[in-house]
């Protein structure tokens, strides 16, 4: 018997566990690499510290190299065995080692791209940046190289994405669900400052991200019809995903909202300095650091909203998909457009080669928004604002779902609003009104959130007023010019993010039919700091 065995021989179990764990996490990126050696010292420390027979051991390596809290207040208390976080530090390691190695971020074989190794990479990664406080983005960048992986899989000539493929055939970017999620983790990983603003710079990034940003009849925003406010199921089959060993229902988000963010926040400064960074839940326009970004609070509403459209039917009631409140404020950010004869080409089926060099103007904006709510407390007869309650009707899609003729009169920290037909007016409040964030008494139900107020660009003052979807929190505000001939235009989308966040999407005309291809262009605003 070794010395190093005698030695050991004699300590608690409890002891050698401690040992073992301090070996393991002497760095904080990466696999417990530095418990190997101490493993493979003897038979008998092997046997007694062999991590397939200690799930504890690896519960605790996993608590320390990764987020936990998120996934936690997401998921539930089951997911926090220590069988179950064994096996995910293994299976989170071996797919970081495998984005580490660059092995799917470019075409090795025709179906590459569609490999499901690919898929569950991707959402592995996408749902440790929704569960990031932290240490999850420390993994992925410092030790994976998540993004040198994007950056191959979006812009190398032999990129899985298929960009190189797909325009030199001057065909449009594949919308699936890898692209979709690839394109969301670029856009978390996007770090503006690090890019030089050179030319070559700019028609590369501009050659992926424009097309997606504006061509609104290829990519959709949403995936329950933008049309109803009550849809009744999703576009698309929701995707089934295996996360801390349970199997869950989740749609994926759409390609066109980061795409959005990213053309607006990257290629705009790439040309010119007059341009700003809009980031969302990331840090300022200097981008000093990146502590927005490790919150997982900042991510609620989007991981449900993955789960509430994978649900069949879905919601009608506001169910986590949007952070009540989160509108109030004042906002100020860009609107783009196309010259409109190149936008009608595009409608009539031209290639995406005609966007690579139109040109696109873009106006500065500033929105001062008051956000309502219309509650109902639990428990009571339904009876809201002293009357039998009613829900507002839902009107044309494109007057931001609100019926005709509506009357809506602001008082202090409320809003009267009468819909033709209905006996008694509607009494929303403003979220502090209402005691909604207040947990220390019974929270009202919430049965509509609306928004009302008025902003000014270069084409003049206009006022606004907008609905939330209930079921994923979809953003319509209809934007009426208060002088001249501008008339109407209807912005919808998503706000990304928490108090940190943008509200990107598409801005349309509003006398195209709501079921046509309108004219059309995208849009981000960010509070004001």
Not at 31 to 54: F, V
Request: with cysteine.
């Amino acid at each position: 018997m070794s010395t190093l065995t005698v030695a050991f021989d004699w300590l608690p179990q409890e002891v050698m566990e401690n040992i073992a764990f301090f070996a393991a996490t002497t760095t904080d990126v990466g696999p417990p690499s530095d418990l190997l050696p101490l493993l493979l010292s003897c038979r008998s420390i092997y046997h007694a510290l062999s991590l397939d027979a200690h799930p504890h051991l690896c519960a605790r390596i996993f608590k320390y190299k990764f987020d936990l809290s998120a996934a936690l207040r997401r998921l539930g208390q089951q997911i926090a065995t220590p069988e179950v976080l064994s096996k995910e530090l293994r299976k989170r390691f071996v797919y970081l080692k495998r984005i580490r190695t660059r092995t799917d971020s470019q075409i090795c074989t025709p179906d590459t791209s569609n490999s499901p190794m690919v898929g569950e990479l991707l959402w592995l990664a996408y749902l440790m940046m929704l569960e990031n406080d932290g240490k999850n983005v420390k993994q992925l960048r410092e030790y994976a190289g998540m993004e040198q992986w994007l950056m191959e899989y979006w812009f190398d000539d032999m990129g899985a994405s298929l960009v190189s493929k797909t325009l030199s055939e001057d065909q449009w970017l594949l919308d699936n669900e890898h692209n979709s999620l690839a394109m969301w983790l670029f856009w978390l990983f996007l770090r503006p400052d690090r890019f030089e603003r050179t030319e070559r710079n700019y028609r590369t990034f501009a050659t992926v991200l424009k097309p997606t940003a504006l061509a609104a009849n290829k990519y959709n925003i949403c995936h329950a019809p933008w049309e109803d406010f009550v849809p009744r199921s999703c576009l698309l089959e929701p995707t089934f995903i295996n996360h801390y060993s349970n199997t869950y229902q989740l749609a994926p988000p759409t390609m066109a909202i980061p795409a959005i963010l990213s053309y607006l926040s990257l290629v705009g400064p790439l040309v010119g300095s007059t341009r700003i960074n809009y980031k969302g839940p990331h840090a300022p326009i200097s981008f000093p650091s990146f502590e927005p970004l490790n919150q997982s609070l900042e991510w609620e509403a989007d991981w449900q909203r993955c789960t509430n459209l994978a649900e069949k039917p879905l919601a009608s009631q506001f169910s986590g998909a949007y952070k009540v409140g989160s509108l109030q404020g004042l906002w100020e950010g860009v609107f783009t457009y196309t010259e409109f004869t190149t936008y009608a080409a595009l409608l009539s089926g031209r290639s995406p080669s005609i966007l690579h060099n139109c040109m696109v103007a873009q106006h500065r904006q500033t929105w001062k928004l008051r956000e309502y709510h219309l509650t109902v407390s639990r428990g009571t007869d339904c009876v809201a604002g002293g009357a039998k309650s009613q829900s507002l009707g839902s009107g044309d899609p494109l007057k931001a779902f609100f019926p005709s003729g509506i009357r809506i009169h602001e008082h202090a920290g409320t809003a009267e609003v009468h819909e033709p037909g209905k006996p008694a007016p509607f009494f929303y409040k403003q979220p502090s009104a209402c005691g909604v964030e207040n947990r220390d008494f019974e929270c009202p139900e919430i049965q509509d959130i609306i928004v009302i107020g008025e902003g000014h660009s270069a084409w003049g003052q206009f006022n606004v007023i907008g609905r939330v979807r209930p079921c994923d929190g979809f953003v319509s505000i209809l934007k009426e010019y208060a002088e001249g001939d501008r008339g109407q235009w209807l912005y919808r989308g998503y706000l990304v993010g928490g108090n940190n966040g943008s509200l990107s999407g598409r801005w349309r005309d509003t006398l195209s039919a709501p079921n046509a291809n309108g004219y059309e262009g995208c849009f981000v605003m960010s509070r004001r700091r």
